[in-house]
């Protein structure tokens, strides 16, 4: 199973539309990242949430860590093309090295 | 600053050939991760560096797969006797302490395609 898990593992949206994905696990995390990867690249950081209850924004992204740190939700307000791309959410794992785990992704396409 | 790169980008092998993989991270940048992610999942962890330190390897990396970063600078990734199922995106990324934390900055992948 899984650490972390996403859904939808597929959301096909029209342009303007709103959009939320998800990423939950059972287990308790000091932080939490998002990412976005487009095709034939790698990931790039979106953002990371620390706080049980925390809200941070990023232009038209808005992220949410749940109150129990153990969930995350990503919410696009009028999705544009340019949104398009596969969502990833990772936690470091426990140790001191930093190395990340990811889930397994959301892809996201938003049509003109 | 150029940020992380990868070379190739794109390798097509025959299933039995050898092939490597160069990543060269951000300059200053103490720690290197290699990453594989296949088709419909997210990146899964294989080996980790700081420095030329090797100080981490995921059970995924067998024992045909070895990673070096000689100087601490560029890392390179060899598989020896290439299967089918070693087709996949290997990523590397870099990272260095900025006030209590490692952000990792990602190279574009290098897409491997074993037939």
């Known amino acids: 199973t899984q650490l972390l898990e996403q859904s939808p593992q597929f959301l096909s949206i029209q342009e303007g539309e709103n959009l939320t994905v998800y990423c939950n696990s059972s287990?308790?995390?000091?932080?939490l990242q998002w990412y976005r990867q487009e095709p034939g690249e790698g990931p790039v950081l979106l953002v990371t949430?620390?706080?049980?209850?925390e809200v941070k924004k990023l232009k038209r992204l808005t992220f949410q860590f749940g109150d129990a740190r153990k969930d995350s939700s990503l919410h696009i307000t009028a999705a544009q093309p340019g949104d398009t791309g596969l969502y990833l959410c990772a936690v470091m794992t426990t140790d001191s090295w930093g190395k990340l785990q990811f889930g397994a992704g959301t892809q996201v396409v938003v049509t003109p | 600053d150029t940020g992380v790169s990868q070379d190739p980008r794109h390798k097509i092998t025959k299933r039995g050939q050898n092939v490597t993989f160069r990543c060269d991270p951000i300059?200053?940048?103490?720690?290197l991760y290699w990453y594989r992610q296949t088709l419909g999942q997210g990146p899964e962890f294989l080996t980790y560096?700081?420095?030329?330190?090797?100080?981490?390897k995921s059970r995924l990396l067998s024992d045909r797969f070895s990673a070096e970063r000689p100087k601490g600078s560029f890392s390179t990734l060899e598989i020896q006797r290439t299967e089918q199922g070693d087709s996949a995106m290997y990523l590397c990324?870099?990272?260095?302490?900025?006030?209590?934390?490692?952000?990792?900055?990602f190279g574009p992948g290098t897409r491997l395609t074993v037939t």
């Open positions: 949430v620390v706080t049980g209850g």
């Open positions: 560096f700081q420095n030329e330190a090797q100080l981490e």
């Open positions: 287990s308790v995390f000091s932080s």
């Open positions: 300059s200053e940048h103490n720690r």
């Open positions: 990324a870099s990272s260095a302490r900025t006030g209590g934390d490692y952000e990792q900055y």
